[in-house]
């Protein structure tokens, strides 16, 4: 059964940084693609990063130049370096993981993490 964990979480001041980690476990996941994602209070979950099994990467034009996608294929590890965060940056980031190439829509991935709660105070 495939189990994905979010970690690194918590509550950060304006223009400070968090790194998330998430570790993916219950099958290999050789080709597949990984992604975070966030949900805000009264808000649609939103694509943030996602990285191919080759390293490829994209971002939302919200986080790009402030946040870095990675992975560790050999720890089937992702993490988010999330740097100047802002107030509108809270959130409950979400991992999650999909065969093939990338993608933007959240209807494209097949397993998802219970999230970690990122709060930027002002």
């Known amino acids: 059964q495939v189990q994905l964990v979010e970690s690194g979480g918590g509550l950060v001041q304006a223009g400070g940084s968090l790194r998330l980690s998430c570790v993916a476990s219950?099958?290999?996941?050789?080709?597949?693609?990984m992604g975070w994602f966030r949900q805000a209070p009264g808000k649609e979950r939103e694509f943030v990063a996602a990285i191919s099994w080759s390293g490829i990467t994209y971002y939302a034009d919200s986080v790009k130049g402030r946040f870095t996608i990675s992975r560790d294929n050999a720890k089937n590890t992702m993490y988010l370096q999330a740097n100047s965060l802002k107030p509108e940056d809270t959130a409950v980031y979400y991992c999650?993981?999909?065969?093939?190439?990338?993608?933007?829509?959240?209807?494209?991935?097949?397993?998802w993490g219970q999230g970690t709660q990122v709060t930027v105070s002002s």
């Open positions: 219950g099958r290999t996941f050789s080709n597949y693609a």
């Open positions: 999650a993981v999909r065969p093939s190439t990338i993608a933007t829509s959240r209807e494209r991935y097949d397993y």
